[in-house]
């Protein structure tokens, strides 16, 4: 079946413009999340969503990052203001909210910021 | 000190192999362990997926937990050319797959032909 998918693929963007990432989950699939990788890093948790609602927001790093999944599927990342400092690729993923089933992750989407 | 250690690498190793990935963690809580493959440009593919202590093997791959020690392995046997990619190890908390997970650095291998 279909994966996870992200759209666009890459972004570059200009210092303070907004930027939106979508992220498709594998259908069935009740909880998303959102994980920011810097080059030669690990991925980095950011959001987390269990159908509508944000579980668990604790890894967004300031007040211009936002997500939203309105209808507990599609979720939306929305960065203002963008920053050089915000270059990297974004990753989603999306498990089907059981403890032993893994999450699995889509292609990413590399934003550049100039 | 990071939750999770891991070496970055490089490791380059001659085809057939045996690979040794490892990583090491401070948390107690952590109870699911994880290694993804990340090819270049690509995201990351699940490879093994373990619950506490313990060894799990999938084909070539074996994955070992080591809870007391708080360090975790990945060994891959007969390595490939295929196998050339950057490996992650992930863990979570009693959640499982259902929280957010906390990764490693990564460790960069390849596969000599």
């Known amino acids: 079946g279909a994966g996870v998918s992200q759209t666009p693929s890459n972004k570059v963007t200009e210092k303070g413009k907004y930027v939106e990432l979508r992220c498709d989950p594998i259908s069935g699939h009740t909880a998303l999340y959102w994980y920011r990788q810097s080059l030669g890093q690990g991925p980095e948790f950011l959001i987390y969503f269990q159908g509508t609602g944000a579980a668990d927001d604790s890894g967004l790093p300031n007040d211009r990052f936002f997500a939203v999944r309105p209808e507990g599927s599609v979720s939306t990342l929305k960065i203002q203001r963008t920053e050089r400092g915000d270059s990297a690729v974004y990753l989603c993923?999306?498990?089907?909210?059981?403890?032993?089933?893994?999450?699995?992750f889509g292609p990413g989407t590399r934003l550049l910021v100039l | 000190q990071k939750e999770v250690e891991q070496d970055p690498g490089p490791l380059s190793v001659p085809e057939g192999a045996i690979v040794s990935l490892n990583c090491t963690y401070s948390n107690s809580a952590f109870q699911y362990f994880m290694w993804y493959r990340q090819y270049s440009r690509k995201g990351p593919e699940l490879l093994m997926y373990t619950y506490s202590s313990g060894n799990k093997e999938d084909g070539r791959f074996t994955a070992q937990v080591d809870k007391s020690s708080k360090y975790i392995s990945l060994f891959i046997r007969d390595s490939q050319p295929s196998d050339s990619a950057t490996y992650l190890c992930a863990m979570s908390g009693p959640q499982g797959g259902s929280e957010k997970l906390v990764f490693g650095k990564g460790t960069k291998l390849t596969v000599n032909p």
């Open positions: 993923a999306s498990s089907p909210y059981d403890r032993l089933s893994p999450q699995y």
